[in-house]
């Protein structure tokens, strides 16, 4: 593939099989809404658009007004392609049906419009998510159609509102990204077969909930910062702009790993993160780039869900760190995890935050 003058179209006109056109075409659409959020989070405080409603949405957070804007914006671009028979977004409790009078195709769309929009009112990188389901049918989508695990998505992608707009995706065949040329108008083919790094020596959690985590958390994180002083023997980096997307962005350019784990915080949660619309589809474009995508005890794409707004933990990033996680779960289940000796901190619990 030439990077530089291959368009999304064009890409996506040589990488899809014959038959499978009408997700290019849902593929377009998808671009085409991002384009506009592009342009209407570039204004910033000009149109008065910043700022958060007097309203929660239905996961009980704060909703900006740019939350309704964008998911607005995407459905309207997605809903009228005839490509789609229902969707899901963050900000929807319900199922959103495609207007009658508008024909209905057999894909399913689920999506966070604008991810990381707490950081938007102070111009941080923010994004979108969004996860393509097949149906085997046109028929209006309800709930269970939905229910489906990670590994049937057909494609999935985010785009990153940050410098530059880009979008990333995958359709099975790797993991590609574009950038918006904003003179032209197109997304440029410009990270062609994205691969994550194997290793890597930065890791990404929000560590004011240490004091929440499970110990095998714990005993990684204590790890990392052990440093060269520890069983690690090499220093880490630790990076939390506290938006996804650009999380993963800089994970799958550079290597790194992202946690936002299981914690007991709020007991009723499982996590903060949702599984249908942020964990599985980055969990496809992660995989798809020779990364891991995990809940710390099992594979982030083989969980079958159980509501369309369910919270999940979520360990993702460069393979041999996230199957490291994963090991120290299974150690904890299994109550052989072995207490390390640390030389600064002297022998101490893998429990205790030094
Ligand atoms: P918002 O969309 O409410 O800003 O949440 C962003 C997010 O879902 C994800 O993008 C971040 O990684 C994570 O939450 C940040 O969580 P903390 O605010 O607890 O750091």
Known sequence: MQTGRTTLS??????LA???SDLGSLLIDVAAAVKSISVILAKGALDGALGSLDAQNVQGEVQKKLDVICNETFISQCEWGGQVSGMVSEELEDVYAIP????RGKYILLFDPLDGSSNVDFNVSVGTIFSILAKEDNEPAVTDDFLKPGITQVAAGYALYGPSTMLVLTIGHGTHGFTLDREGGNFVLTHPSILIPEETSEYSINTSNSRFWEPPIARYIAECKAGTSGVRDHDF??????SMVAEVHRIILRGGIF????????PSKPGRLRLMYEANPMAMLIEQAGGWASTGRQRMLEVNPTSIHQRIPVVLGSRREVERVEKYHAEYDAGTDTIFDSPLFGERSLYLEN
């Open 10 to 15: 064009k890409f996506l006109i040589e990488e």
């Open 18 to 20: 014959a038959g499978h």
């Open 100 to 103: 009658d009078g508008n024909p």
């Open 237 to 242: 980096n630790m990076r939390w702009i506290a």
């Open 259 to 266: 946690m936002y784990p299981r914690d007991t915080k709020d």
